[in-house]
């Protein structure tokens, strides 16, 4: 190269364009069926934004009748929501981060190219801001939407929700970025994926720190306060001040009551500029040693002769192939510790999930027997969101994880069916155990009588089984074979399908419930009969569907591999 030759010094917006093409051309592909899979995407779409926005302007509603704390009632709601939000935003950005900047197939070509650090820091923030952050969108849509219908926000207000929502996906990013460079920094790349089930930890335990400092089953109560004074004082007191969703709900509180407060937009700009010009800083020193670390090889250790020989034992009425299926599922979910090292996290959650259920105030004087078992029987539709939500991170990915040694399996004289079946039973039978205990000790804490004991938990077991058929089904039809890592996997098309469909199967079972629940609670409450045909009628056809929903998909898996070529 001559002195005078000019250095190529790609922008941003050229490194970004891959991603894009890509994207594009998946959406693009002449793939058979593809027009309608994204008219149904559309239509589940438009229904699950419509029931999001119906719950929230019905309460919005609700809260503008009230008399001088209405607003503060809704401000507060939007505060925890997105106290919430932003909770879920700096974990998921702290494991993206890892795959983005240290693990991604497009690193080795991009660190080696003649690319200005800043420029690939810039395009590295944003794929890792897209990835964590898309879901959060997309409930928020419908959230703010519901805010500026009931309070007039006017044709400016979604303006107003971008120019607030950019720097507060922006600071989680940032901070989550920053936190995975130093980690890895500290730990080498294929260690650090332990360590996030340690920051996994300890970001669910400052979650529920947080909301126990909060109290939120305290506005339920009012008559709990000395006066109305106190309560008054309580609304208007900041959830969380030092927080960007403090910020965010003060500028559109402020924008939504037609009042002046440029200071959360100050607060909020200038801390999601301060965090990208810090991580940009800590970018530029320490990423070219973090990247060196991340290239060295991961520590094979031969273990687990004792365990084996333990779970051969236990599996042996299997026969051989399927045992060794069932291993196989087993040592690829234990081998990949993004996998397993999730499962410390949802423990967290579940404890916090259950904790907050002996918070509810079911024991005032205008609870009766019929609510205090409408109640728990509502729970099994947050039991089924929270079931749906693991399947689609550990079922759904099963066959797709397979990746290209599929062809080696479908060279076996193996049949597909049991493949599919030890993917099914591997997933299933810990998520049954789960559900099982979610709703035992739920209704424990609850106090429910017997009738709805047993009906919550032969229901979420039926609820378990369907799930998990429909996981492993949508799984199957729109698998990801090419992917880079398993945690984009449920967010793929396949996903958002699933996740639809499982909210229509959880709606079906609780409708088709509902009556002889309500048909028998008010039996009781009244002392009457109550009648046993609607009883049968009803369970029986939520029975039929969950059995529906588990075999049918599994049986469409099945001649949709067999098509997969040799």
Known sequence: MTPDAKVPNPGLLHLLVPKYQT???????????????????????????????????????YFRGVQEIGPLLAGKLLGLILVGFFSILLLSNVITALSSFFLARDLDLLVAAPVDWLKLYGAKLFETLVH????????????????????????????????????????????????????????PARRTRDILSVIAILTAGGIVLLFRLVRPERFARPEGFRSLVDFITLLRTPTSPLLPSEWVQRATMAWLTYKTDLLPWYLLWSTAAAAVVLGALLHWRLYPQGFSKAQESAERWARGNRMRRIAERMLAPLGVLRRELVLKELRLFFRDTTQWS??????????????????????GDGMTFFLRNVVPFLNLVLAGFVLASIAARFIFPGVSLEGR???????????????????????????????????????YLL??????????????????????????????????????????????????????????????????EARPVYGYLSARAFGSSSDVTEMVIGFGLAGLLCLASTLVPIRIASRRLQTIER
Do not use: C, H
Not at 40 to 61: D, T
Not at 344 to 357: D, M, Q, S
């Open 23 to 61: 994207a594009r051309a998946r959406a693009l592909a002449g793939e058979r069926g593809r027009a309608a899979r994204w008219v149904l995407l559309g239509v589940f779409g438009v229904l699950f934004w419509a029931f999001i926005f119906g719950v929230v302007y019905r309460l919005l509603k």
């Open 342 to 363: 999730q499962l410390l996290l949802l423990a967290v959650l579940v404890v916090v999930y259950v904790f907050n259920i002996k918070f509810l105030p079911l024991k």
């Open 132 to 187: 964590s952050s898309w879901m959060v969108v997309l409930m928020a849509i419908p959230l703010f939407a519901a805010y500026g219908v009931v309070y007039g926000g006017g044709p400016f207000f979604p303006l107003i929700v971008i120019g607030l929502l950019v720097p507060f996906l922006t600071v989680p990013a940032a901070i989550g970025s920053a936190v995975t460079l130093l980690l890895v920094n500290i730990f």
């Open 447 to 512: 106090q429910v009588s017997t009738f709805m004991f047993l009906v919550s938990v032969v229901t979420i077991a039926a609820m378990t089984l369907a799930l998990a058929g429909l996981a492993l089904g949508f799984g199957t039809l729109f698998p990801q074979f090419e992917t880079e890592n398993a945690a984009q996997i449920p967010t793929s098309f396949g996903g958002l399908l699933f996740m639809m469909a499982s909210i229509a199967v959880i709606g079906g079972v609780v409708v088709l």
């Open 405 to 443: 040694t599929l062809w080696l399996l479908r060279s076996s004289p193996m049949s597909v069916r049991d493949l599919l079946w030890s993917k099914f039973w591997v997933g299933t039978l810990p998520l049954l155990v789960l559900a099982l205990v979610i709703v035992g000790v739920t209704n």
